[in-house]
Nanobody
Framework: QVQLVESGGGLVQAGASLRLSCAAS????????MGWFRQAPGKEREFIAW????????NYGDSVKGRFTISRDNAKNTVSLQMNSLKPEDTAVYYC????????????WGQGTQVTVSS
């Protein structure tokens, strides 16, 4: 059983930067690819970014390409999301999730952290 805890959310102005972190415990971190998702009120959950368990292979949702960067530190069991040039439409609850290698679904999810971007 893997536990994921996000941190780093907050209220910022448009154009600012924010860095989210997700700490994992209770499992072997590098057994899992990691992803970030977000969900705004009244909207579907949206894929943001993905990073492979090794070699730092990444993938991003179209809405954040060029602005957000996902990274991980397997020694510290953490995955981060650097968010630059934030826009009001980035306002959402952000979740990290763990995807076991070889499986499609994300098996473990954090509780989420709120990011609010004011105009």
């Amino acid at each position: 059983q893997v536990q994921l805890v996000e941190s780093g959310g907050g209220l910022v102005q448009a154009g600012a930067s924010l860095r989210l972190s997700c700490a994992a415990s209770g499992g072997t971190f590098n057994d899992y690819h990691m992803g970030w998702f977000r969900q705004a009120p009244g909207k579907e959950r949206e894929f943001i970014a993905w990073i492979s368990r090794f070699y730092g292979i990444t993938n991003y949702g179209d809405s954040v390409k060029g602005r957000f960067t996902i990274s991980r530190d397997n020694a510290k069991n953490t995955v981060s999301l650097q968010m630059n040039s934030l826009k009001p439409e980035d306002t959402a609850v952000y979740y990290c999730a763990a995807q076991q290698a070889g499986r499609g679904k994300y098996e473990y999810w954090g509780q989420g952290t709120q990011v609010t971007v004011s105009s």
